[in-house]
């Protein structure tokens, strides 16, 4: 599967082929067509800017997963919509505007803290379970003869210090020069063993998360009207001193004997 150009209809146009309306085969077929594209006018991003290469490509990939991903990097989003009455799922492309306190675009700001009553619980998480900064190399060689390298980031020293062991005998010392066997002075092989430390030691940063739950029960913010899919907004915690913005992934209506209900699902946040 080849997609390109406008990211909604290109998106929209696969969904509709691979399992919708034009699939090929009838036992993949699905009542999945073509919604709204949002009036979206981003182009699918490749990491060039070569209108030729304006393209994406991808074979026995789940569907879904394919198409979000590449709505996704152009800060746009999907939904399926039911339509009970006309027996029909159909796929709709939406981007959203940033509505948080940090927008430039002029947007009336959207803010849920406890000083609107619209913010149940906040969580703030700290992660230091995969944080390393400091790093002992091991290039080539086998026992005394192996070559070694440090690799060290600020603040690290007592406490503070978190340290791993990287196996880069990957990295040859020596290497073949046009059928002249080299090898790379001392000083130059320690150079290539920090920069893979550096490389290595960047996953292993501290991680934080915010998240929050929200009340619209109370809230002077009305979902449709004040703010809609997609939209970024921000979710803030006076007690904890935090703000996150977020985006609005995900909004579920639900409509019982027990009354009407909104449940609204925002992407996971993290540093």
């Not at 803290?113 to 992660?127: E, R």
């Amino acid at each position: 599967v080849r997609v390109s150009g406008n990211v909604a209809q290109a998106v929209q146009d696969v969904v509709a082929q691979q399992a919708g309306e034009n699939a090929p085969d009838s036992y993949r077929r699905m009542s999945i067509s073509r919604g709204s594209n949002g009036g979206i006018t981003k182009v699918i991003k490749t990491g060039t800017e070569t209108e030729e290469n304006n393209s994406r490509q991808s074979t026995y990939q789940n569907l879904l997963e394919f198409t979000d991903g590449i709505l996704q990097d152009c800060e746009c989003g999907a939904l399926m919509r039911i339509d009970p009455e006309n027996k029909k799922i159909y796929y709709d492309c939406f981007e959203g505007a940033n509505r948080s306190v940090d927008n430039t675009d002029g947007n009336l700001p959207v803010t849920f803290s406890q000083d609107f009553d619209n913010l149940l619980s906040a969580d703030y998480v700290v992660d230091t379970t995969t944080l390393k900064n400091w790093a002992l190399i091991g290039g080539e060689g086998e026992g005394y003869d192996r070559f070694y390298s440090i690799y060290t980031e600020a603040n690290n020293t007592g406490f503070n210090r978190r340290e791993m062991f990287i196996n880069a005998q990957s990295i040859p010392k020596h290497y073949d020069n046009s059928g002249i066997e080299s090898e790379y002075t001392d000083e130059e092989y320690d150079i290539m063993l920090k920069g893979r430390a550096q490389t290595d030691l960047k996953a292993r940063i501290l991680t934080e998360s915010f998240e929050g739950e929200i009340s619209l029960e109370f809230s002077a913010y009305k979902y449709g009207v004040d703010f809609w899919l997609g939209d970024i907004v921000t979710i803030q915690d006076n007690r904890l001193g935090l703000y996150v913005n977020v985006r609005i992934i995900s909004a579920t209506e639900i409509q019982d004997d027990s009354g009407y209900q909104l449940i609204i699902n925002f992407e996971k946040q993290g540093d």
